[in-house]
């Protein structure tokens, strides 16, 4: 466009400059070798336009003959590249449609038209149809000659890296990711190769400012930047705790400071603190990250911030918990713990209660067992709860690649990947129970006491208890505690005819191991019927 408004301009002045001299006429003389030409001025100004034209049109056509050799090469020359080019697409897309056969021509086609050292991408061509073609050695040689090009370096580094990958190598692998992580920090794969290599030798200072590399190279958003930080400098806070417990307080309260809800960090701050008898602020730590989500290595660290707290001073500190985070499992669960160990038990038994009725879960049916056991020693109830926990849903904990751990740790053991572990129930046995009368509530039953044998009556022979794998077994074992308690067939035989009934009794406890005897059983060995309904 401004090539056009240019020579617009061009010709317009020309055409004002020759209006000009149209209208004003004159002549010119010109004297050469005792002659004398006269013309006018227009017709001289047009001569010597012509003049110039034919000077520039000579020279133009001298030109074109003498670098017509030259042209003419170039013109094949462009043409044999544009083939070149032409059979290096082919190529790389029949690579990537898996063709080896259709890939390894074309690649001697484009080296035959193209050279090598102009376009790279042959040899990545050539590596590619090698590895199509199943010559493995051949591509690593490929991508190792890669390495002394500069422009090739980081292509041939992925192919080693890949390489290295498929036959399970990881070290290799890691060091070709170093390599290439040390040269171009944006590259992802390389960084995250290389953060595993740190991670898995415990350089969390390496491990941190790789994180900080790839946040300055806006490879990470910069709240997962913050989450890998927070996650590294816990890790850090663990491993410094006994050898420089300055060193791992400041990494754990750094920590805490970019993920306040992560409750590793948070735990980590505060135990950093306790041990400095910097409790107060140890604690302020501990209950923001109980606001925003309760866990039980939270609630064991702060109702045990003093040692030597008597067990009513932690159960305070626990129903302090409760009151921050109310009507949720965990918090009656804390509850119910301290109030165990402080005796009292009518506080665990109703927190513990509470918590199933919240969430229930093995961890609750089990601190209800240990409740029963301290307060009772009945072991029938004990044994009747710890069934209920095999049958419910498992308890949160720290899991990763199918892994539960005990306590939170920073990479996997299976992948090595970093903060893979996340608090959430084990996939077994998720989801409710098929059978939900197990929490149907308590019901207490009338029973027949059972009246002295008279004399005449012929004894009965007491039925043995049936074996494990007897049909009676079965029904016993299925049955809940809302169901009536079975009397033995010789106090059902020892009852006369004649026998007046008698105010409901206390309800017997039945012993989960001993399911008693099948009434339609005994109702066929014994001749003697008796009905409670």
């Known amino acids: ?104 021509k074309k690649t001697k086609e484009a080296a035959k038209l193209i050279r090598s050292d102009q376009e790279p991408l042959i040899h990545l061509l050539e590596a590619q149809a090698s590895l199509l073609e199943g010559d493995h050695e051949g591509a690593r040689q490929k991508f190792e000659s890669m390495l002394d090009d500069p422009e090739m370096r980081l ?52 491990a941190l400012k790789l994180v900080d590399a790839q946040k300055a190279t806006r490879q990470i958003e910069r709240d997962a930047a913050n989450r890998r930080r927070a996650v590294l400098l816990t890790a850090k806070a663990q491993s410094l705790a006994d ?8 990494a754990a309260l750094e920590a805490n400071k970019l993920q306040p809800d992560f409750a590793p960090a948070a735990v980590a701050a505060a135990a950093a603190l306790f041990r400095q008898n910097d409790v107060r602020k140890g ?53 119910a713990r301290a109030a165990l160990d402080a005796q009292d038990f009518a506080t665990a038994r109703g927190e513990a209660e509470a918590a199933i009725r919240m969430d229930r879960r093995e961890g609750a049916y089990l601190l209800l067992a240990d409740i029963e056991e301290a307060e009772t020693g009945d072991q029938g109830k004990v044994r009747q709860l710890l069934s209920k926990a095999v049958r419910a849903p498992r308890d949160p904990a720290w899991v990763a690649d199918g892994v539960v751990s ?23 046995r998720l989801g409710q129970l098929i059978d939900s009368r197990d929490d149907a509530p308590e019901t207490t039953v009338p029973v027949i006491e ?35 308690t079975p009397v033995t067939a010789a106090a059902f035989a020892a009852v006369p005819a004649d026998a007046e009934a008698v105010e409901p009794a206390e309800e017997l406890a039945r012993l989960p191991d001993d399911p008693g005897v099948d009434p339609d059983e005994e109702a066929e060995k014994s001749p003697r019927r008796f009905r409670l309904f």
């Not at 039925?463 to 009536?484: C, H, L, N, Y």
């Open 283 to 335: 604690s302020k730590i501990l209950e923001t990250a109980w606001r925003a989500e309760p866990h039980p290595e939270i609630a064991e660290l702060y109702t045990h911030a003093r040692p030597g707290d008597a067990v009513l001073d932690r159960l305070n500190r626990a129903k302090k918990l409760q009151e921050m985070k109310k009507n949720h499992a965990e918090s009656s669960m804390t509850v």
């Open 450 to 484: 059972a009246l002295a044998k008279p004399a005449s009556e012929k004894p009965v022979e007491a039925i043995e208890p049936a074996t494990a794998g007897s049909e009676t077994t079965g029904k016993g074992t299925d049955r809940s505690e809302d169901q009536v």
């Open 1 to 104: 466009m401004i090539r056009l408004l240019a020579f617009l301009i061009v010709v317009f002045a020309l055409g004002l400059g020759f209006a000009w001299l149209a209208d004003r006429p004159g002549d010119m003389v010109v004297t050469f070798n005792g002659y004398q030409y006269q013309v006018s001025l227009m017709v001289a100004a047009v001569a010597i336009v012509a003049v110039v034209a034919a000077v520039m049109i000579l020279w133009w056509l001298v030109r074109s003959l003498w670098n017509s050799p030259y042209t003419i090469s170039r013109y094949f020359r462009v043409r044999r590249r544009d083939r070149g080019y032409q059979a290096l697409s082919t190529g790389m897309i029949a690579a990537g449609a898996g063709d080896g056969a259709l890939a390894r």
């Open 243 to 250: 050898s420089d417990p300055n060193a791992a307080r400041s």
């Open 406 to 428: 005990e306590r939170w740790v920073p990479v996997s053991p299976v992948t090595g990947r970093l903060d893979a572990f996340e608090w959430r129930a084990p996939m077994e």
């Open 155 to 206: 292509l041939g580094l992925r192919g080693l890296y890949l390489e290295a990958e498929r036959l399970g190598d990881r070290n290799a692998a890691r060091h070709y990711a170093g390599r290439a992580a040390a040269v171009a920090p944006q590259l992802a794969w390389a960084a995250e190769s290389t953060l595993e290599e740190l991670t898995a030798r415990g350089d969390w200072d390496g």
